[in-house]
T-cell receptor
Framework: SAVISQKPSRDICQRGTSLTIQCQVD?????MFWYRQQPGQSLTLIAT?????????ESGFVIDKFPISRPNLTFSTLTVSNMSPEDSSIYLC???????????FGQGTRLTVV | AQSVTQPDIHITVSEGASLELRCNYS??????LFWYVQSPGQGLQLLLK??????LVQGIKGFEAEFKRSQSSFNLRKPSVHWSDAAEYFC?????????????FGSGTRLQVQP
């Protein structure tokens, strides 16, 4: 199994600012994903972080708002840009090995925008 | 596209009672199915998963789930609930052959345990 570390674990940010969340996996993984969990809601996929190329975004999410990097097979970042209170959510990083049956999650980043 | 339905938003059971959380999926081929638990303020912990073989799957913390293809269901069960089981439970489906590797999650079921 893979262990995923996310930083920061929580933050309170001013509206209009940006926050970058880091995701570090302890082993090389094939796929990395970013999810959003709004208060009291389920997980919604933001994007697939592709190693060495632009991320693939889901409908309703755009690169200008959620730029993602994945410079190698163990690390990815998600930036939440120009934040508003509606961006207050838990953001979770996920990784998969070669098999879709192996799906691991970080502890999440709890973001509050004031 | 695959989808997951968890019909019960909130369930309350007494400690020591049995538990069944429902999950129905929609997917054209054989899905990969997961149950995760999320305690307040925590990330997701994998309870169990099914991808082939025996349709009754054993997981951690005394949980089990049964895959029923005819009913498109993957219900989670526990014979005797402990107070520490109070949490949010998510069912998720994955599909290798669609090219979409990310999991699709249900809306979750919040479990409350009464003493």
């Amino acid at each position: 199994s893979a262990v995923i570390s996310q930083k920061p674990s929580r933050d309170i940010c001013q509206r209009g600012t940006s926050l970058t969340i880091q995701c570090q996996v302890d082993s090389q993984v094939t796929m990395m994903f970013w999810y959003r969990q709004q208060p009291g809601q389920s997980l919604t996929l933001i994007a697939t972080a592709n190693q060495g190329s632009e991320a693939t975004y889901e409908s309703g999410f755009v690169i200008d708002k959620f730029p993602i990097s994945r410079p190698n097979l163990t690390f990815s970042t998600l930036t939440v840009s120009n934040m508003s209170p509606e961006d207050s959510s838990i953001y979770l990083c996920s990784a998969q090995g070669a098999k879709v049956t192996e799906a691991f999650f970080g502890q999440g980043t709890r973001l509050t925008v004031v | 596209a695959q989808s997951v339905t968890q019909p019960d938003i909130h369930i309350t059971v007494s400690e020591g009672a049995s538990l069944e959380l429902r999950c129905n999926y929609s997917y054209g081929a054989t899905p990969y199915l997961f149950w995760y638990v999320q305690s307040p303020g925590q990330g997701l912990q994998l309870l169990l998963k099914y991808f082939s073989g025996d349709t009754l799957v054993q997981g951690i913390k005394g949980f089990e789930a049964e895959f029923k293809r005819s009913q498109s269901s993957f219900n989670l069960r526990k014979p005797s609930v402990h107070w520490s089981d109070a949490a949010e439970y998510f069912c998720a489906v994955g599909a290798l052959d669609t090219g979409r590797r990310a999991l699709t999650f249900g809306s979750g079921t919040r479990l409350q345990v009464q003493p």
